[in-house]
């Protein structure tokens, strides 16, 4: 059908307009222009250029969106009507050209071909008025929808398309996330035009206050340099990690950890999370999962080294199994309730066992988890046990055998045979907790934490007394320990 030669203006000043452009703009085609509001312009009138712009468009939309459909639309249908036009863009076809990426994808479908013009971006001028070498890592993002996500601290960082001050507020509020209010940035206007550029450096905070801001408006936001500023980015804290395990004046104590030696650990963290969720606690909760997350990445780094994994394939192997096992999030299925959900989770589990050829030795261990702490695992086994009829009708036998497994205990003679029956008296004691509907795990912190200040309280009338605990018999201990215990709640 058509041509449409889609060409550059330059970054703004005469000077930038790129000789082609002029040429292909002298060439007798239809010139559509996406907009007049830029500083060349002036000299294609002089020039006896003719043109139709299409800021129309701008005021016709009620958002962008619409703005580049409008334009993209009206570009194609003059295809249609010419062999040859001429589509001008401010700056380069190539950087930050909706307008361009949207005729590129639609061009060859409506049988239209695009030639490429040439063009020159406000990057070049901007890069050099900042002194900056892209080779060093450069991050370009657009204004609109800017989330502290789209962020990379350690680039240089250019945010286009900040043409009025709610883009800027908005562009304020993601920066200061990450960078703090205080952090500096230079906003440059109309670099590139004569006698118009302007570039000035402002705290984050003051972005939106009486600044002015055009269509000719970008935005610069130097890296982070120093570590401290960076703290709370990821990849800054893997490096952090790392660096533990570094053999060239890393930590010795972490270059001798194993997957095997670091076990203990990630119970033992798991637990603290724990604890204070129950203590209530939002910030100690918050530094307790940072200690869990620590186990994860020295998992991680030790995988990468020995070449097996790393802390991508942990991100990518959960990122693959949460989205598969949220086909009602990211799929076509639909749930509308949480135990629509877990049935939903257990057969796309059983589909995940298929497919790797697990097959349990036995049907009814399928779903069993394994490496629990022991009292959930134990409560688990139970729980399969009472699905296949194999439990106590009632809370009574549940207790006789308690009281059975006690009996058991004192009549034990070898350390072997007092193990055995410590953990049947255990288990029998968690059978017990299943059926009154209480987490032996709960109860037993609960009692942990009673006796703990039960234990306190104790210490605390021995201080008063100011006497040695080895100088204090047993039947004062006994009367300290009832006085702190009717102190504290059962």
Known sequence: MGVIHIAGLGAGGTSSLPLGTLQLLRGGMPVLLRTERHPVVAKLRREGI???????????????????EHIVERVLTQATVYSEIVFAVPGHPAVAERSVRLLRER??????????????????????RLEVDPVEGLLMLDAAGLSTADLAPRRHTVIVQMYNRDLAAEVKAALSD???????VTVARAVGVEGEEELVRVPIFALDRGLEIDHLTTLYVPPLVEREQRLGQWQDLVDIVARFRDPIGGCPWDLAQTHETLRKY?????????????????????????DLLLQVLLHSQIGSESGYFDVRDVIRTLSKKLIRRH???????????????????????????????VKPTEPWLAGLKHGLPPFSASLQLQVKAAEMGLDWPDLQGVLDKVQEETAEVAEAVT?????????DLLFSAINAARHLKVDPERALVAANRRFLERLTGVMGQIRAQNVDI????LDVLELFWQNAKGSTPR
Request: proline share 2%.
């Open 327 to 357: 086909p009602h999030v990211f799929g076509d299925v639909r749930i509308s309730d949480v135990e629509g959900v877990k049935a939903n989770w257990d057969v796309v589990k059983r589909q995940e066992r298929l497919d790797a050829d």
């Open 266 to 290: 990630a119970v033992e963290e798991a637990y603290e999370v724990v604890d204070a969720i129950d203590e209530g606690d939002l910030d100690h909760l918050s530094e307790e999962l940072g």
């Open 50 to 68: 003719e043109f139709t712009s299409m800021d129309d468009c701008y005021e016709q939309a009620e958002d962008f969106d619409e703005v580049y």
């Open 470 to 473: 080895a100088d204090v018999g």
């Open 107 to 128: 061009a060859a479908a409506r049988g239209h071909q695009i030639a490429w013009g040439p063009g020159q971006s406000f990057l070049d001028d901007l890069l050099l």
């Open 178 to 184: 990450l960078y703090g209010d205080e952090y500096e």
């Open 415 to 423: 350390v072997e045979e007092q193990e055995a029956e410590v953990g």
